[in-house]
Structure formats: structure tokens, C-alpha cells
């Protein structure tokens, strides 16, 4: 189908009327149904336009200078269009606005350019609104769409313009058979790639979200955690290799306060406050989420503390996660648990095993894991509540029946 003409239209704005009794001239760009206006700058007597002619009638200087700069707007629109046309590429009344003012369209910008750019900005925001792991998550995505592209069209870059549906297909498609991953890492690699894609429709790059029907691959959310039974067995298990017994210990501290490990390796002791109850509190701010958490200091994560207080400033030991991680598989297999063992299975654990199965409410759950929103906590932890719900019908069940 063949583009309709460009039509350029110049009209004043009697409601605007100034103190001096100027108006001001916007231009209205027209093509394929479709407006853009936008201001010229120039102000006039509304008794000295003629709508019709489509200029200034006055004779005196102001009227010819206003006209001239009309004449040149008229001019400079109408190269751009006729230069667009010989491109040959499909482009839109926004395009020729953008080439007009001198603001590179999405034909002008490619995506790896752009997610660059991005990265640029969110760099400078580090310690300040983003933290830097955070950046470092948003710069692997990055790479992963700049391996995608040479892989699928053995180039570069791939132009903004032309991202469609598809391109999210094709990527999600690759990230599972050449890249072997799974789904859940899968959604957050999209979910961040379409960051700056949302950035890039905000400031006018896209006319649309290219992918706002694309939809997360689902993921199955289980939640891996200790048993009461597992968990005594560790904390009972005394360990002969003083860096197997310290990552049990560090391990179990975290099994009863929630920590992540981050916050569990930067743990000092001014962290450490007496609360309004006059029971000892871990007051600190949640690196992932930025958010203020407070947990009590229960009697065994206290006791692993107090037993390690001769280290500096630091409440407890440093120890690297990837040496932990590698250590817990160790203690796991000594111990006889039969699940592959993380640092982060502590969190889950104090969440599940320590306080949902303690009847301690999912809100309290949830502040206590210093969770954005109870959402998240929902999200992981529902079917663990269901199954104490399950066990209790049970109970009772057996109570009625005898």
C-alpha cells in the first residue's frame, strides 16, 4: 500500500493569546490519518493570519519574517519526507518529526547500542538508586542479547525499529537449547532486557512496546528446604575439620535469622541492638531489596555469635558463598541429608521450617525476610502453609474419628 501525501498545516492558538496579544503558530504534520503537532515558536496577531493562504497578511517586517521562517520549516519538513521516501523503509509521521528536530529514530539506533546507553546511566546510579550486583545482572543480560544477535543474524546489532514478537521467541529459544538454561533464569534475563526496551519506547525511539504481549514462561516454584528432622541432625553434628563445623555454623545461624548471604558476611556488631522487648535484635538494611529488616536474635543464632565474638567489627567469620556452597555439599553428604544444599537454603528454611511451621503468620513471615511486598512471600511459601493446613485437618480429623 502506498504512503499519502504529507500534509503540512499551519494553525494559531486564539486561546493562547499572550499579554501582548500574540498567539502562538503550531505545525500540524499529517500522514496516513495520522497528526503531529508541534510548536514553531513564532507568535502572531491573530488579526494578521490568513488560515486559508496559510501565512501572515501584514506588510511590515514581522509579517515577511514570519512567513520566511515558515517557507523554511516547510522546506526542511519536506526533505526529510522525500528522504525517508528514498530509504525505502516503512516510517511514520513520529519519523519524520524525530529526522526533522534532528532526534535519531529507532531505524537510527540499534539494540545493543541502545542497551548500552542503559548501562552507561545505570553505572553512574550504583550505590546511589541500584546496587552494584544489581548492574552486573543488567550487563549479563546485556551480553547474552549481543551473543543471541550474532548467533541469529551473524551481525552486531539489530535495529530497534524492526524488535518484534518474534525476536523475544527466537531469544528465549536460544537462551533454552544453546545456552541450556532453565526457565526461571530464562524469565529474569527477558524481564531485564525489556528494561531498556520500555526506556527506549519512553523516550519516543518505538511507537510501541514491540513485546507487550509476550508472556513468562512458567515456572514451577518449589521451595527446597531443611526438615525439623534434617535440621537437628546438622545442629547436633559436631564436625572434627574446624571449616566444615564454621560453615555449619554459619549455615545454621542464618537457618535461624534468615539472612542471605550478603547480609550474613557484612553482619557487624553495631547491627546487633537491644530492642524494645530488652531481647537482642539484628537491625540492617537489605542490600537486594534496600529495605530496613529487623529479626530477633533467637537463642541458637545468639549462641553461634557469642561463640565467634572475638573477630573484630564483624559479628561473624568471613567466609566466600562459593567455598560455603562447596563445603555445604560436603557436610550434607557426611551428615546424611539427601538434597543438595545451599547457603540459601537457610533463608528458606528459617521462612519455612522455623517460623510457617510454628504458626508464625505469613506477614510477619514476610517482614521478618524483609520481602518488597507479601506478594513475593505468597508466591514461595503458599503451598507450605497449605500442607500445615493439610497436616492439621489431619490432626483433627483423627481427634473426631476416635
Known amino acids: 500500500m502506498s504512503k499519502q501525501k504529507l500534509s503540512i498545516r499551519y494553525v494559531i492558538s486564539i486561546a493562547k493569546t499572550n499579554k501582548r496579544g500574540l498567539c502562538p503558530i503550531s505545525c500540524r504534520l499529517t500522514l496516513n490519518g495520522i497528526r503531529k503537532p508541534f510548536a514553531t515558536g513564532l507568535f502572531i496577531n491573530p488579526k494578521e493570519w490568513n488560515s486559508k493562504q496559510q501565512k501572515a497578511i501584514s506588510i511590515s517586517n514581522r509579517g515577511s519574517q514570519i512567513n520566511r521562517q515558515l517557507e523554511i520549516i ?41 542497551f548500552k546507553e542503559f548501562l552507561d546511566k545505570k553505572k553512574k546510579l550504583i550505590g546511589i538508586d541500584i546496587q552494584l550486583a544489581t548492574w552486573k545482572k543488567f550487563n549479563y543480560a546485556y551480553s547474552q542479547v549481543q551473543d543471541f544477535i550474532k548467533w541469529k543474524y551473524c551481525k552486531h546489532d539489530f535495529p530497534l525499529s524492526k524488535l518484534k514478537l518474534q525476536f523475544l521467541h527466537d531469544f528465549e529459544y536460544y537462551l533454552k537449547i544453546e545456552r541450556n538454561q532453565s526457565q526461571v533464569t530464562i524469565n529474569k534475563c ?57 560453615v555449619k555454623d554459619l549455615f545454621i545461624f542464618c537457618c535461624y535469622t534468615g539472612l542471605a548471604y550478603n547480609e550474613m558476611a557484612n553482619l557487624k556488631k553495631e547491627h546487633i541492638i537491644k530492642g524494645f522487648d530488652g531481647n537482642e535484635w539484628i537491625q540492617m538494611k537489605r542490600q537486594k531489596t534496600g529495605k530496613m529488616i529487623s529479626v530477633p536474635l533467637l537463642p541458637k543464632a545468639k549462641a553461634i555469635v557469642d561463640y565467634y565474638k572475638e573477630v573484630g567489627n564483624l559479628a561473624l567469620p568471613k567466609f566466600s558463598n562459593q567455598k560455603i556452597n562447596s563445603y555445604l555439599k560436603e557436610i550434607a553428604e557426611i551428615v546424611g541429608i539427601n538434597k543438595a544444599i545451599s547457603h540459601h ?35 514461595y511459601y503458599g503451598k507450605i502453609v497449605q500442607k500445615r493446613i493439610s497436616e492439621e485437618m489431619r490432626r483433627i480429623a483423627s481427634k473426631i474419628q476416635k
Not at 516547510?74 to 519526507?81: D, H, L, N, P
Not at 530509504?87 to 540499534?110: C, L, R
Not at 541432625?233 to 559436631?238: M, P, R, S, V
Open 190 to 246: 527477558i524481564q531485564r532486557f525489556r528494561k531498556p526496551i520500555k526506556e527506549a519506547l519512553g523516550e519516543g525511539y518505538l511507537e510501541k512496546d514491540p513485546f507487550v504481549l509476550h508472556k513468562p514462561g512458567r515456572v514451577r516454584k518449589t521451595v527446597v528446604f531443611l526438615t525439623k528432622d534434617e535440621l537437628e541432625k546438622l545442629e547436633k553434628h559436631h564436625f572434627s575439620q574446624p571449616r566444615l563445623q564454621l
Open 74 to 114: 516547510t522546506a526542511e519538513i519536506s526533505r526529510t519526507y522525500l528522504q525517508l521516501q528514498l530509504a525505502g523503509d516503512e516510517f511514520s509521521v513520529e519519523d519524520i518529526f524525530n529526522n526533522y528536530i534532528g532526534k535519531p529514530t529507532a531505524k537510527d539506533v540499534g539494540t545493543i547500542e541502545y
Open 345 to 379: 537454603m537457610a533463608r528458606k528454611t528459617f521462612a519455612s521450617t522455623v517460623l510457617l511451621y510454628n504458626d508464625v503468620p505469613m506477614e510477619i513471615v514476610s517482614e521478618l525476610l524483609g520481602h518488597s511486598s507479601i506478594k513475593i512471600t505468597q508466591q
